[in-house]
C-alpha cells in the first residue's frame, strides 16, 4: 500500500522546537522530490521547504534560517527540523512526494506554537 505518513507534531512555546517526519510506505521515496507544506485556518496552503531525489534544499522566506529539510534514505524518511517556532507557524504540516505522474499527500499533523 503506497502512503505518507507525517508524525512529529504538537503544542510547542514559542522559541521551541520540533522535528517532523515523513515516513513513506510502498515506494522508494529517495527518487522522490518532497516538499512540506502547511495550511493554517482560513488560508491556504503554502510550500515551506522542498528538497530533489540529489538533496538540494529549498525554504519560503518566513522559515528561511529557523526550518531545515532532511532526507534518510535508508529509513525512507524526510524530515523538517523546525527551531524558533513562532505562534504564526501554527498549522497543519503536510508533506508531498513527487516523481513524473506520481504524486501523493499524507495525512498531516498539527503543529500549535503557543504559550
Known amino acids: 500500500q503506497v502512503q505518507l505518513v507525517e508524525s512529529g507534531g504538537g503544542l510547542v512555546q514559542p522559541g521551541g522546537s520540533l522535528r517532523l517526519s515523513c515516513a513513506a510506505s510502498?515506494?522508494?521515496?529517495?527518487?522522490?522530490?518532497v516538499g512540506w507544506y502547511r495550511q493554517a485556518p482560513g488560508k491556504e496552503r503554502e510550500l515551506v521547504a522542498a528538497?530533489?531525489?540529489?538533496?538540494?534544499?529549498n525554504y519560503a522566506d518566513p522559515v528561511k534560517g529557523r526550518f531545515t529539510i532532511s532526507r534518510d534514505n535508508a529509513k525512507n524518511t524526510v524530515y523538517l527540523q523546525m527551531n524558533s517556532l513562532k505562534p504564526e507557524d501554527t498549522a497543519v504540516y503536510y508533506c508531498?512526494?513527487?516523481?513524473?505522474?506520481?504524486?501523493?499527500w499524507g495525512q498531516g499533523t498539527q503543529v500549535t506554537v503557543s504559550s
Open positions: 528538497i530533489t531525489s540529489g538533496g538540494r534544499a
Open positions: 510502498g515506494f522508494i521515496l529517495s527518487i522522490y522530490a
Open positions: 508531498n512526494a513527487e516523481y513524473f505522474k506520481n504524486n501523493y
